[in-house]
């Protein structure tokens, strides 16, 4: 089966990365990591959910486990700037910077370099699925290789409630 052209742009940025992904769609969807974990079969803490921001005007990523909350002060403190620095990127700022759509937004493959942190929660498990380049597209990848491929910084992400 043909994969959607966005997600064979993901397959083609992992290979050039030297990683080899297994990109599945769901007709059902896997916008959002409820959604993703359901049409998986996994826990929603295993799902990859990719955060765009800005910090001081600049894109930044945040790969969040699915079951946590991102704290924006944690992000803002990771880059040593106040709270107001930081703000969640619109549609066109995530599209420009990374070249997807919202709610498909890979780990990486993206059209500018960004700095990128890794919620550390997310070590918790051997397997975890990010998005391919589509709404209705992941691949599982290890904790391991996620942060090898993106050169993502392990970071305590998850808002306290």
Known sequence: MDLHPSAQRVVEAAAQLGLTIAVT???????????????????????????????????????????????ERKLAAAFGVGRKQVKRADAETVKTATGF??????????????????DKDLARYEVIWAAGGTPNAVFPITPGALTAVT?????????QE
């Open 101 to 118: 759509a919202i709610g498909g937004v890979p780990p990486f493959g993206h059209l500018r370099p960004m700095t990128i942190f890794v």
């Open 25 to 71: 769609e769901f007709p059902q969807g896997t916008r959002t990591a409820v959604d993703a974990a359901n049409a998986i079969g996994c826990t929603v803490g295993q799902i990859v959910k990719s955060l765009c921001f800005t910090v001081q005007g600049e894109p930044v990523m945040a790969l969040v486990s699915g079951d946590n909350q991102l704290d």
């Open 151 to 159: 050169g993502g910084r392990w970071l305590d992400l998850k808002r």
